[in-house]
């Protein structure tokens, strides 16, 4: 059995809500009558991620990955859709053992280097489950525990780091207000 003694949290702040869906049209639509957007699309796949893993080893993968900021500088609603005939995530194994809903919560771990990180999750029975590099400027890494049940990411960004321009926005007049600004 766990101590039931509190260690400090690295953790920090949250910056990211995370949504799995089998559809990411259908979940953006519906989270959008929510007042939830506009989202950023983008495809992070073995073309424009490096450093790829799953379950400790390199893997290719490739996932549909949307964003939606609720405030500036606040939080981030993510939407994550794999795509089929990709390699396996943990994406994938959350839709079939669970089905589609709030997969994890990303932290900023208070800025620390992403080796610490590593190393912080570690120390308290954490593993690595999923990574990568999108576009050489913005690490991921997903950590589970069986204690929890549920996944935690931290991201690096590159000072200075802005959204690229999208693939796709949705809805679709988004990219047009965007453009025109």
């Known amino acids: 059995m766990a101590s039931s003694a509190l260690t400090p949290s690295f953790l920090g702040k949250p910056i990211e809500i995370c949504i799995v869906t089998k559809d990411y049209h259908r979940t953006l639509a519906g989270l959008s009558t929510l007042g939830i957007g506009p989202w950023r699309i ?37 939407v994550i859709q794999p795509m089929p005939g990709s390699g396996p995530t943990i994406f994938e194994e959350f839709l079939e053992q669970k089905g589609e809903g709030v997969h994890h919560i990303a932290y900023d771990c208070n800025g620390v280097p992403m ?6 999750f570690r120390e308290r029975g ?56």
């Open 42 to 78: 983008y495809t992070c796949s073995p073309t424009n991620t490096t450093h790829q893993t799953y379950r400790g080893r390199p893997s290719a993968f490739t996932i549909k990955l949307c964003f939606a900021e609720l405030s500036p500088g606040g939080i981030v609603y993510e």
């Open 126 to 181: 954490f593993e690595c489950v999923q990574g990568g590099n999108l576009r050489g400027s913005n690490e991921f890494l997903f950590f589970e525990s069986e204690e929890t049940g549920t996944c935690f990411e931290t991201i690096t960004f590159e000072e200075g780091w802005e959204y690229p321009e999208p693939e796709e926005w949705f809805p679709v007049e988004a990219g047009v207000e965007k453009k025109s600004d």
């Open 115 to 120: 080796e610490e990180r590593v190393r912080l």
